[in-house]
C-alpha cells in the first residue's frame, strides 16, 4: 500500500471536511436559537468536523507509517499536525461552552494553517541526527498541542474585541482591531499568491556569484523564485527565459542567501493582503471588523471571555510541559546542555514568560474583559512569529525546519 499517497488524500479530504463545516456553521449564526441549544444544523457541522478530524488523524498515522518515524519533523509537517491540534482543542472546548461562532472562525483559521503548510516541500527525508530520538515526537507533539489549546483563546478573544468594540467611532481601538483583520487577510493573500503561481508553475533562477573564503573556493549560486521578483540580490543575474527580472535590490541590512527571496514574498503577500482588505472596504463601505459585528450580538461576551481565559490556564501548563521541560531534556540528550540561546529557545522563552504576565494580571489585577482579550490576540502573535519568523528566517540550530 502508498502509504505516502494514502496520507495526502486524507489531508485532503479533511481539508474539504473542514470548509463544509464552516458553510454549516455559517448559515446557524442568523439562528436566534443557536446559543440555547442544538439544532439538526449545528449537530451535522461538528460532525463533519469530527469526521474531517479523524481523516487529518488518519493522515498522520499513515505518513508516519510511509516516513518510519513521527511526521513533525520539518514545516510541512509540523504546520498540519499544529492544525489538527487545533481542531482537536476546539471539539473539546464547544463540546463544553457549545458557541457556535467558535468554530465559525476557529475552522477558517485551520484551513489557513493547512494552506500555509502547503506551500512546503512534501518529501519525507531522512531524520538530521539531533533529531533521531524518541524526543522528537514528545517534544514537539506537547509543544503543538499547547500552541493550539493557546490559539483557541486567540480566536475568543477576537470575537470578544469585535463584538465589544464601537465600531461608530474611530478610535485606537478600532485602528488596532483593523490591523489585526488586515494580517488576517494578509495571511490568507499569502496562501492565495504562493498557491496560484504554484499551480501555474511560475519558476524564475537567479544566479549570483559566492565570493571565496578561507574554507572554499569562488562558487555560483542559484535562487528560484516561486514568485515574479520584487526584490532581489543586487549581484543576482535573471537565467530563465521569460519571467521578470527584479525590480529592486534587497537592502544592504538584510541578511543570509535567501534574504532577499524571503523578503519578496512578504511584499507579496502585504500588497495583496492590502488590495483585498480595500476591496472589501470599498463594497462594503465599512471596516471589516463592522461588517462582522452585527452577527456576533447575541453571543454572551462573559462567556467569551471565559473560554479565553479557560484556553490559556489549559494550554499554559501544557506549553510549559513540551516547550521548556520536554525541550530541555531533549536538548540535553543532543547537545549536552540544557538550555542555549538559540533563537527557538529564546522566543519559546518569550511565549512562556507572555503568557506567565498574562496569568498574573488576570488573576491578581483583575484584567477580565478587554484587556483580556487583546493580551491573547499579542499573544498568538508571538505564536506566529515563533513558528514562521523564527524558523524561516533566524539561523540556529533549529534550522532544519526550513
Known sequence: ??????????????????????????????????????TFVNKFAITVTSVGFLSQLGYFITRWIAAGHAPVSNMFEFVTFFSMMLVLALIILYAIYKVALLPLFTLPLVLIIIGYASVFPREITPLVPSLQSHWLWIHVTTVALGEA??????????????????????????????????????????IVVTTTFSLTGYEAEFVYT????EDREETQASLIYHLPAIFGKSDAELVTDGRMDALLPAPDWLHGEDAAKKLNTLVWSLAVGLILYLLI?????????????PSLR??????????????????????TLGGLIFASIWAQEAWQRYWGWDPKEVWALITWFFY??????????????????????????????????VNLVFAGLHSYAQ
Open 1 to 38: 500500500m502508498d502509504y505516502l499517497s494514502l496520507s495526502g488524500t486524507l489531508l485532503y479530504t479533511a481539508f474539504i471536511l473542514y470548509l463544509v463545516a464552516v458553510i454549516f456553521f455559517a448559515a446557524t449564526v442568523r439562528d436566534k436559537r443557536q446559543e440555547k441549544q442544538f
Open 298 to 319: 447575541r453571543t454572551n461576551p462573559e462567556l467569551l471571555d471565559e473560554i479565553c481565559y479557560r484556553s490559556i490556564a489549559i494550554g499554559f501548563p501544557v506549553f
Open 210 to 213: 559566492v565570493e571565496a573564503t
Open 149 to 190: 489549546i493557546l490559539a483557541i483563546s486567540f480566536v475568543a478573544g477576537v470575537i470578544y474585541l469585535i463584538r465589544q468594540i464601537d465600531q461608530q467611532k474611530s478610535t485606537y481601538r478600532t485602528k488596532w482591531l483593523e490591523i489585526v483583520m488586515y494580517s488576517i487577510i494578509s495571511t490568507i493573500a499569502f
Open 356 to 389: 506567565a504576565i498574562f496569568l498574573h494580571l488576570r488573576l491578581t489585577r483583575g484584567w477580565h474583559g478587554e484587556r483580556s482579550a487583546w493580551l491573547a490576540v499579542i499573544g498568538f502573535a508571538i505564536i506566529m512569529f515563533n513558528l514562521i519568523v
Open 281 to 293: 472596504r470599498l463594497f462594503a463601505r465599512k471596516r471589516v471588523a463592522a461588517l462582522i459585528q
